[in-house]
């Protein structure tokens, strides 16, 4: 599966995750969505605002996409203002999602 081929709400979410925070960037998300990163989970918008604004920004590098029962697992390579950047290997694993909201999405190596 290519990066062209991934459910649209996905590319999306890419596409705005590596600029300063939206109202487009929350809208992709279900009022009661859950994020998990780090181990931890941030469960719905207000949540998952919170955690952005404590997470550097970032630019991504999409270096595989894959498709599984159980969701589509987008693997990359981050390069921001972190120790350790850029970072590679980092799977974003979107569990639960349509085309109207992200669900549930687990980061992590």
Do not use: K
């Not at 709400?9 to 992709?28: K, M, N, T, V, W």
């Not at 859950?34 to 997470?55: F, L, N, P, Q």
Request: proline letters at 6%.
């Amino acid at each position: 599966m290519t990066t062209n081929e991934v459910a649209p709400i996905i590319r999306r979410y890419f596409e705005l995750a590596g600029q300063p925070d939206s109202e487009d960037y929350f809208a992709l998300f279900d009022e009661d969505a859950v994020v998990e990163d780090e181990s931890t989970e941030h469960r719905g918008v207000t949540a998952i605002r919170e955690w952005r604004r404590s997470v550097p920004l970032v630019s991504y590098e999409i270096t595989d996409v894959e498709d599984t029962p159980a969701g589509t697992i987008v693997t990359a390579t981050i390069t921001g203002d972190f120790p350790g950047s850029p970072f590679a290997g980092l799977r974003y694993r979107f569990s639960d999602y349509d085309e109207s909201a992200i669900r549930l999405l687990r980061i992590a190596p």
